[in-house]
Antibody, heavy 121, light 108 residues
Framework: EVQLVESGGGLVQPGRSLRLSCAAS????????MHWVRQAPGKGLEWVSG????????GYADSVKGRFTISRDNAKNSLYLQMNSLRAEDTALYYC??????????????WGRGTLVTVSS | DIQMTQSPSSLSASVGDRVTITCRAS??????LNWYQQKPGKAPKLLIY???SLQSGVPSRFSGSGSGTDFTLTISSLQPEDFATYYC??????????FGQGTRLEIK
């Protein structure tokens, strides 16, 4: 089955760190760029970060630049998001998403169910 | 960063209506515009990519048009399952993609 399964979310205090993981299955993981997209409670979608198939191209939203780091392990079919210096405004459901194709055009045709990150003291 | 502005923010319509949602980019993005549908408690679903290409499995009542800065998503005849929130997303700026704020489509 083609799917993405996120894990690693939870309740964390402001200023602390958290690492999210996304396990991919059912497709050739290292053919595609991968992304993290988040959605704060009751709010819209915000792209967080993306990484090309070979980790050669990486992008971040301005809101997380310098605090979050995206990475991938193609041997393990896994995507990661290291989140440091967390803030209350990082509270959101974090989705893992697969790029539509192998081009450098970044949009998303497969999404996980999300993992919830709550930043609060 | 490229800003994406959708209008309206919310919309009430009836089953069978023709509905149009607009998305405007803060600069030209050629045809690098995609549309998603999100239902409550669910992940978004890709509907339209490259402004006008219908994603596999998406009903033909959905269509997209536009280029440059102005784009539209049209639903030709609303069905009960179409009531959801719709988002546009630009993929012109590869290392900094952005979404519109969303349009909530509600039953009248």
């Amino acid at each position: 089955e083609v799917q993405l399964v996120e894990s690693g979310g939870g309740l964390v205090q402001p200023g602390r760190s958290l690492r999210l993981s996304c396990a991919a299955s059912g497709f050739t993981f290292d053919d595609y760029a991968m992304h993290w997209v988040r959605q704060a409670p009751g709010k819209g979608l915000e792209w967080v970060s993306g990484i090309s198939w070979n980790s050669g191209s990486i992008g971040y939203a301005d809101s997380v630049k310098g605090r979050f780091t995206i990475s991938r392990d193609n041997a393990k079919n896994s995507l990661y998001l290291q989140m440091n210096s967390l803030r209350a405004e990082d509270t959101a459901l974090y989705y893992c998403a697969k790029n539509y194709d192998s081009s450098g055009n970044w949009y998303f045709d497969l999404w996980g169910r999300g993992t919830l990150v709550t930043v609060s003291s | 960063d490229i800003q994406m502005t959708q209008s309206p923010s919310s919309l009430s319509a009836s089953v069978g209506d023709r509905v149009t949602i607009t998305c405007r980019a803060s600069q030209s993005i050629s045809s690098y515009l995609n549309w998603y549908q999100q239902k409550p408690g669910k992940a978004p679903k890709l509907l339209i990519y490259a402004a006008s290409s219908l994603q596999s499995g998406v009903p033909s009542r959905f269509s997209g048009s536009g280029s440059g800065t102005d784009f539209t998503l049209t639903i030709s005849s609303l069905q009960p399952e179409d009531f959801a929130t719709y988002y546009c997303q630009q993929s012109y700026s590869t290392l900094g993609v952005t979404f519109g704020q969303g349009t909530r489509l509600e039953i009248k």
